[in-house]
């Protein structure tokens, strides 16, 4: 049996019909989970995209995608993440052998020159482990 990882999400975007954003449904512990944003303006030119991870107010840099240098992957994630897809105004990354500490904040930023930043965020709700102990009483009577 395999325990479960709850994966709930909520996708936050500066101007929510700008950026949509939308997870797996469930993964195994161990397994793998992607994460999709979409700049829903087609209309826009991205120049850029961001993938970010904010936890405990420390916002660390995932991976980069651009027209001019395309993916770069930040070595600290590059065992377990892949950015998935060559368009700028969609985009994944599959985290791999996931882990409790991978609860947190994503985001994702579009960069649209001249319009500037369109940012969406997707919460990865990984559960502790559950441990179930059961308590058995005794009694014990006594004839007297």
């Avoid at 991870?53 to 916002?59: A, G």
Wanted: charged share 15%; with cysteine; hydrophobic share 40%.
């Amino acid at each position: 049996m395999h325990p479960f990882l709850l994966l709930g999400f909520i996708c936050v975007s500066g101007s929510e019909p700008d950026v949509k954003c939308t997870t797996s449904d469930r993964a195994v512990l161990g397994g793998t989970v992607t994460l999709t944003c979409a700049l829903t303006l087609s209309h826009l030119d991205t120049e850029q995209l961001t993938w970010q991870k904010k936890k405990d107010n420390v916002t660390q840099n995932i991976a980069t995608q651009s027209k001019k240098y395309g993916v770069k992957i930040n070595p600290s994630f590059n065992q377990r993440v892949s950015v998935n897809g060559t368009e700028l105004n969609r985009s994944s990354i599959t985290i791999s052998d996931l882990k409790l500490e991978d609860e947190t904040l994503y985001i994702c930023i579009f960069n649209a020159f001249p319009f500037g930043a369109f940012k969406g965020a997707v919460y990865l709700t990984v559960p502790g482990k559950w441990h179930l102990t059961f308590f058995f009483p005794l009694l014990v009577f006594k004839n007297i």
